[in-house]
């Protein structure tokens, strides 16, 4: 089997088996997360017993798969709704090398998001950018992802709100080989389960993209987070990453050549977060329930800042944010 029907597995296996609408956009999803529909995958979708209703959604995507139209759900509802999309998209083709890191943030002012990113750091996600252009994106359920730019854009809003990202580069490039056995096992990864557990006194069978990105380019040779600066001593997380910032792209899609950092909070923030970390080295329990439950209270958080009309990024009003629910209905999130 390729790929997308393991991704479609992992997938299916987290929705209990229902075969229902939001199943089906869910499961389009992991099956063009590489811009095409596989025809293993196509034909593994048409097996399932569908209702009506959905088998008639199945016929029109494949259709348009056919005509080479068929859009990944995320992208479709990102694109509609975001008239910056594109320009994020092209800003990766423009910017990023093989062997950069894309680590993916929220260009949001605000204490909501001052908090966010005080407790977790700058960064939400990482991905990986490969030989072909396409990036190495392990995110939950489909697990180790290889997307398209516009899929990895698209799918960094829909499952944590990361609306900007900033493109990030070796010092010390990796040399050929190296790159090239990286990006063979990355592959070879694909579908392999995904866990927002980032510590490192788990398996590595299930772990998080930071992990994953630090394992593969320790394995070439490259530390990306030293012992002595991370945040979490039992934990790999994306802030961790020591790398050149190349280009930061806004929410809007302007690009910044060579930016710099978001900077440590300070004042209260700066409180809390050594509040956070002294608790997190002290309790594992505590660890466990903060890195666990991330994704989940920030899509709970930016679900209920929606649901109340409210604007949650700039140029984004409470229209626009009911057309994306309208067109990304099932959309794993």
Request: charged residues 20%.
């Amino acid at each position: 089997m390729t790929a997308p029907v393991i991704l479609m597995q992992n997938v299916l296996a987290t929705r209990f088996g229902v075969l229902d609408r939001q199943t089906l956009r869910a499961l389009l999803v992991a099956a063009t997360q590489a811009g095409r529909l596989e025809p293993d995958a196509r034909a593994w979708l048409e097996a399932l017993a569908w209702p009506p209703a959905c088998r008639a959604e199945l016929a029109a995507f494949c259709q348009q798969a056919e005509a080479g139209e068929a859009v990944n759900p995320e992208v479709g509802a990102m694109r509609a709704c975001d008239p910056h999309f594109d320009a994020r998209v092209a800003a990766i083709a423009a910017h990023a090398r093989p062997g950069d890191v894309i680590a993916w943030t929220s260009d949001q002012p605000g204490l909501p998001w001052s908090l966010m990113r005080a407790c977790y750091g700058p960064w939400m996600h990482v991905s990986i950018v490969l030989d072909d252009g396409l990036l190495l994106d392990p995110y939950w359920p489909e697990g180790w992802t290889i997307s398209t730019p516009a899929a990895a854009v698209a799918k960094s809003f829909a499952r944590v709100k990361a609306n900007a990202f900033v493109i990030t580069r070796l010092a010390d490039a990796l040399p050929p080989e190296a790159l090239a056995a990286l990006c063979a096992e990355a592959r070879a990864g694909l579908g392999k389960p995904y866990s927002f557990v980032a510590r490192l006194d788990r398996p590595s069978a299930h772990a998080s993209c930071s992990r994953i990105a630090w394992e593969l380019f320790r394995a070439q040779g490259r530390d990306l987070a030293p012992d002595e600066g991370r945040m979490y001593k039992t934990a790999i997380a994306p802030q961790d990453m020591v790398l050149d910032p190349v280009a930061f792209v806004h929410v809007d899609g302007r690009v910044e050549l060579d930016p710099q950092i978001v900077p440590p909070p300070d004042g209260i923030i700066a409180f809390l977060t050594r509040c956070l970390d002294g608790a997190m080295h002290a309790l594992p329990g505590f660890q466990d329930f903060m890195f666990g439950f991330q994704a989940p209270v920030t899509w709970l958080f930016m679900t209920g800042m929606a649901t109340l009309g409210r604007e949650i990024r700039p140029g984004f009003s409470a229209e626009a944010l009911k057309l994306e629910g309208r067109l990304a209905d099932g959309m794993v999130r």
